[in-house]
């Protein structure tokens, strides 16, 4: 967990509040000793195995974060982005959600406050035309996630028939 690696070494909080926990092996977010929180102002955790942004909102003084090449899937897994008000610059590409559709407007939905997102300013034209699309697009994306589900039953349905069709030629 982030806490352990950070327990580990407390040295990765530098003066300027930056905490670089890159390629840690990382699998989940839970809150350092409560005394650090407010001094962490940008935090680096890319290049690990996060799945879910669950206990991000501890860290409500960040202002730029960094979760590139994780294995975030779903937008519904930003959610806590939501509580960090003072955040300014995301960067989440490497990432299966940067790749779904209308990802960077349902984002901007979530951080109404970003001013970058993956190294890519974000104009006021983008940030008022994101409100529209994101209704649009959650729907788009809550049937995708519900297209993925019938395909794994799909899967398992054809891996069931194929078993009883080799237990059927056995027992005739």
Do not use: W
């Not at 942004?53 to 897994?77: K, M, P």
């Not at 984002?107 to 997102?117: D, I, K, N, V």
């Not at 697009?137 to 009883?164: G, K, P």
């Amino acid at each position: 967990s982030l806490n352990d690696c950070f327990r580990t070494n407390q040295s990765l909080l530098d003066v300027s509040g930056k905490v670089g926990l890159v390629e840690m092996g990382i699998d989940r977010i839970d809150a350092m000793r409560h005394e650090m929180l407010p001094k962490v102002k940008t935090l680096y955790l890319s290049n690990n195995n996060i799945h879910s942004l669950d206990g991000i909102e501890s860290y409500r003084s960040i202002e730029c974060l960094s979760i590139t090449n994780n294995t975030i899937r779903y937008v519904n897994q930003l959610e806590p982005l939501r509580h960090l008000v003072l955040l300014r610059k995301l960067s989440i590409a490497g990432n299966p959600v940067s790749m779904m559709p209308y990802f960077r407007e349902r984002l901007l939905g979530l951080c109404p406050f970003l001013e970058s997102l993956d190294g890519v300013p974000i104009s006021g034209a983008e940030r008022m035309s994101a409100a529209g699309i994101a209704s649009t697009a959650a729907i788009v994306t809550e049937q995708l996630q519900l297209n993925e589900l019938r395909n794994l039953i799909l899967r398992h349905l054809s891996v069931q028939t194929r078993f009883h069709v080799l237990l059927l030629n056995q027992v005739c």
